[in-house]
């Protein structure tokens, strides 16, 4: 029987912002928010509007399974634009006593995350505070001189730096390792890779290539079995005259594939989709990018891999 160690469910798959309707209701209108399940561990990879609705899938599937231990749950967070943590404040197992949160993430412009994030959720802008949800949280500033281990059925990560590099790791643990990528304004954002089990996955969004692949990226994601890579735009609208996307701090389908071939990753898959882009728009841009790598597919809410 085929192994299956990691799970990959796709919850929200656009960028800037949230476009319900008809119009996107195949590819979906969520931003940015990706479940990734092990065995024993349920990593999220930002919290957009996706992570509304793994909330809610989270909490019945506690429920159904009789909820006698602790929920415990880790979000990485790629940075903190509003396309990445406005669903924070709507997850709900946030609010219950029963469950624990790891959040881990980058200090951006000096602020530490922990600040980030409480100062999304101050008065003006949402009655309930940050520090006033219930769950136990464990708010940690990441960087790319760390890695956390997740060792069995330990409810938090360990925290591994330089100094930890000869410590032992088993087959069935699961590392997460972080890489900045300064391309994104104003301070850049994490780029993720999770391995377990021999299986590598490699979460790159809202990173802006080259021509000819960006290296940093390329190096970060090489072999891995699943690239998912920020593919905003289609090279005519990143090179529009009247109205450039170049500095947004974002990619297009052709520096997705060219990184995709170069870091020679078993699949590639689009991400962080433009909210202009309706299902019509994105079924062609699928085909093109499967036309420029083969193995390649635009995510899509409740796509779902197994690796
Ligand atoms: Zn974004
Ligand atoms: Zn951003």
Redo the contacts with the bound molecule.
């Keep these: 029987m085929a192994r299956h160690d990691l799970t990959i469910r796709f919850w929200g798959v656009r960028?800037?912002h949230p476009v319900p309707g008809t119009k996107t209701s195949i590819y979906g209108g969520n931003?940015?928010c990706i479940e990734i399940k092990s065995k024993q561990h349920t990593l999220i990879l930002?919290a957009?509007t996706g992570i509304i609705p793994l909330g809610e899938n989270l909490l019945s599937e506690y429920r159904k399974n009789g909820a006698e231990d602790k929920l415990n749950v880790t979000v990485l967070l790629?940075?903190t634009?509003?396309?990445?943590i406005q669903g924070l404040p709507y997850f709900k197992p946030a609010y219950k006593r029963f469950c624990s949160i790891n959040i881990f993430g980058p200090e951006l412009l000096g602020a530490s995350l922990e600040h980030s994030l409480s100062q999304n959720m101050d008065p003006q802008y949402y009655p309930v505070r940050f520090e006033a949800l219930n769950a136990r949280k464990n708010v940690h500033d990441f960087n790319e001189k760390e890695r956390l281990l997740f060792h069995r059925d330990d409810e938090m990560p360990q925290i591994l730096n330089g100094k930890d590099n000869g410590k032992l790791i088993l087959d069935d643990d699961l590392v997460v390792h972080a890489c900045k990528s300064p391309t994104?304004p104003i301070d850049g954002v994490l780029m993720f890779k999770i391995v377990s089990n021999g299986k590598t996955i490699v979460y790159a969004?809202?990173t802006e290539g080259v021509a000819g692949g960006d290296e940093n990226v390329i190096a970060f994601a090489a072999g891995a079995d699943v690239l998912i890579h920020?593919a905003?735009y289609v090279k005519e609208e990143y090179a529009d005259s009247a109205d450039p996307k170049r500095g947004f701090?974002?990619s297009t389908v052709e520096m997705a594939c060219e990184v995709a071939e170069k870091a020679q990753v078993g699949k590639l898959i689009l991400f962080?989709h433009d909210p202009s882009h309706d299902d019509a728009r994105m079924a062609e841009i699928e085909k093109h990018a499967q036309s420029r790598f083969t193995n390649s597919n635009a995510g899509k809410e409740g796509m779902e891999l197994h690796v």
């Design positions: 960028g800037s931003t940015a930002d957009g790629s940075h634009h509003h396309d990445h994104h969004t809202d920020d905003q701090g974002h962080h």
